[in-house]
């Protein structure tokens, strides 16, 4: 069961149904379409006794009904597992109790919903994509404003360097080519950072540097080194310093970084210029392959610049 709690959403098939029933509407599609779509990428759990059968029909019941939209075929479909009770028997295990109650009040209210007046059809909008504002090849300044937890850093309002490596594009939707795609970008860092922007021209004369080091874990306790004791000193070390490998944390050289702004976290950053043939001549020390995390928000991204250049402002 992919299920975290017992409401109709905490369930990671749920979330995905949901995500992609208002994607697929909003890409043009009529709820007819966009019905079959997702009953053929999910046929596989039909008619072979799969739990998640019912909680498909639950979700999909609820989300065409919010959008004024609940076909009769969905509405008996969701009725019918409702009242055949597997899915609430699922939460009818030992120790479970209190969950059990509350998805039993969970599937109940469900049904009073699709049995209620749905609302007017709701008019859905066109799909919002987001395309990164600069190119490959681009220098920007970007300030560290966005952390709470840095505010009363040093490197809070400080100025850092960064060139983009590659834009990437990702489709909206997960199931289906809807045609449309978000992007983000794989971002490099400068040894440099500073309160004011600097002259795009320091970039020819400054280094990259990983965005985040990484630190070595050593593999005590997970295996006993020693069963190699037998074997000569050269081959001990050989295979001692290649298990030292597997646990060693790859430093991040670039991070793939969303630029959107949000409520909470506007972000600041300036463009300073592009190189336009960045693409053929990439720094070797981006050749090899490159290692990153995606940093979805400015605010964990800030706390990880913070750390990373906190040390030039320690006092002596």
Known sequence: MGAWGPTIFSDDMALDIRRE?????????????VEKMLMDYYS?????????EDVFWFVLALCEWKKGRLSPF??????????????LERWNTKGNEKDYKKRQKVLG???????????AAKKIKKTTVHHCPWKEGSLLAYRIVTAESVKSHPCYMQYVLLRVLKIKKHPVSRLFDTGYYDESMLVGL?????????????ADSLCYIPIEEGAISKPTGIMDLSQLDGLSAPAKEKITNGITDLF????????????LPTGECKGDITYLGCDEDFGSHIPAFFESKLYSNTYTHFWPFDVTLSKRFE???EKH
Do not use: H, Q
């Not at 209210?109 to 609302?119: A, F, Q």
């Not at 400068?190 to 320091?202: L, M, Q, V």
């Open 21 to 33: 029933y208002s994607i697929l509407l909003s890409a043009g599609n009529d709820n007819a379409t």
């Open 44 to 52: 596989d759990i039909f008619n072979c006794n799969d739990p998640d």
């Open 74 to 87: 969905v509405k008996e479909k969701a009725l019918s597992a409702l009242e055949s009770g597997r899915d």
């Open 109 to 119: 209210e469900l049904r009073d919903v699709i049995l209620s007046p749905m609302p």
């Open 190 to 202: 400068y040894d440099w950072i500073g309160s004011e922007i600097p002259n795009p021209e320091i």
């Open 248 to 259: 060693k944390e790859k430093s991040l050289k670039s991070v793939w970084l969303d630029w």
């Open 311 to 313: 040390a030039r402002f």
